[in-house]
């Protein structure tokens, strides 16, 4: 926990907050604070800034909070998803919103299986706190947007453009296609669109249908990954190529002035 | 599983295998095998190919084995690695074969706690056969090296450069540093060694130990990762960054030709 997220209910008017839960014993027992010490926090979808710890008294602790920092931006890459086992989803949700993430949007297709629709992984009580540990190891405090699809073909057609901002659309493969950092330096756009599938990868129709929505194959070689460790290395993949791209466009500027 | 690995011992003079565990059931109930089946194998350490399945009979599955396609070579990424927490260790394993790992050096360091070095999942008992689901994941043979390391100094300043052969070295830190693909793409070597941190990061001596020994600060950005995300992250912008590299020199050596 890098950071301790408050939610704006939580926040008094007087600028306190008093926690009990999770983050009353982290800030106790792992970074052992007495009243008067400095801790960072943040606004979930708001500021950052700091807080002193007021009162710690029974199992409750006070903080008085300083959100002077402007919220940060929110991630540059959104996911499409097959829905993966009930047991990994649990442990890429927090994985996801740590390496930075806008929108998830979890889709059905060909081989995901039926019964992964009626995990309680999907209510929003179960992933919220999991996106908020996301975001607590990142310092962040955007939360990313869930969304879930029964349908494939009507998110891929109708509801895509209307929810992602322009992006470069890359859809990952093993074997063939380009590589990321290629596709993502040359194009137009500073924002991702990341397609994952499922274990057994997508079957033709699901790939014709993405690729004909602009999504362009790439490739992380020829090793087959577990669904969780692909979408953790494609996520990183996705960043560092964005990142490489603004900085190269940060010197070409500077070489033109 | 994307390959049934076989170890040397189960291998008869005759060319057969008698599979009676996990991987029987595999075969069994997920493949849906019949006798006459052909499925893809791999010796452990060793070439790989295929088999046909010869007979089913109680619990165990005989498979004929032609192993006519040579061992893959080992990967070329090392990773020195902060000793993690046993639960994060176990998952690890199989991950970072997956990605491709030659060998795993696992470390002290100030910031690990000592009682992760009595965990069961140091033993060989333990971890073997998660190394084997990750060569099985990612369709390879070669097992990776692991070792145990409680002097992070005598690894660091006596084994490292005799066990490891000359690689572009660079070290993970939030924030500021070069990005592994530049690095990389620059560097004279065509192999990389990795060293990840504990949770709380490499204390100065730590750092400075490194940095004398030619690792390279690099930079993932602002976000702080939980370690089995940043080392699946960190691995995964290894090998594509060699990739890159060699791609590159390809085209270079095709232009100049």
Known sequence: MNLILI??????????????????????DVLKVVPGDEVRIGLVDGNRGTAVVHDMAHDAVVLTCRLTEPAPPRPSVDLLLALPRPKVLRRLFAQCTALGVNRIMLTNAARVERHYFDTHVLTRDCYRPLLIEGLQQARDTRLPIVSVHRQFRVLVEDLLDEWT?????????????????????????????????????????????????????????????????????????????????????????????
């Open 7 to 28: 939610e704006p209910e939580e926040l008094g008017h007087d600028n306190t907050a008093r926690l009990t839960d999770g983050r009353a014993a982290h800030l106790r």
């Open 165 to 257: 901002a322009p992006a470069t659309r890359v859809v990952a493969q093993p074997g063939h296609g380009e590589r990321m950092h290629t596709l993502i330096q040359d194009a137009g756009h500073s924002r991702v669109l990341l397609a994952v599938g499922p274990e057994g990868g997508w079957n033709d129709f699901e790939r014709s249908l993405l690729e004909s929505r602009g999504f362009a194959p790439i490739s992380m070689g020829t090793r087959a990954l577990r669904s969780d460790t692909a979408c953790v290395a494609l996520l990183a993949l996705a960043h560092d190529a964005l990142e490489s791209r603004t900085q190269r466009m940060h010197t070409t500027a500077l070489h033109a002035s």
